[in-house]
């Protein structure tokens, strides 16, 4: 990162798992406080492509 300019930042809760599921999450509320996020952020769980939502800002 010492050589990148602009780093790439990515908030955990946006990372999913293969498949496009949720994964895991250590935060406390676990999975549902990943999923309260990424509702609050627009991201409709369950839709055809997961992953293009997840990583759409």
């Given at each position: 990162m010492a050589?990148?300019?602009?780093?790439?930042?990515i908030p955990c809760h946006r990372v999913l798992a293969a498949g496009g599921k949720l994964g895991?999450?250590?935060?406390p509320g676990g999975l549902d406080a990943k999923m309260r996020m990424l509702e609050l952020e627009g991201v409709r769980l369950g839709a055809a492509d997961p992953?293009?939502?997840?990583?759409a800002f």
């Open positions: 050589n990148n300019p602009i780093p790439l930042i895991g999450f250590s935060a992953a293009q939502q997840a990583f």
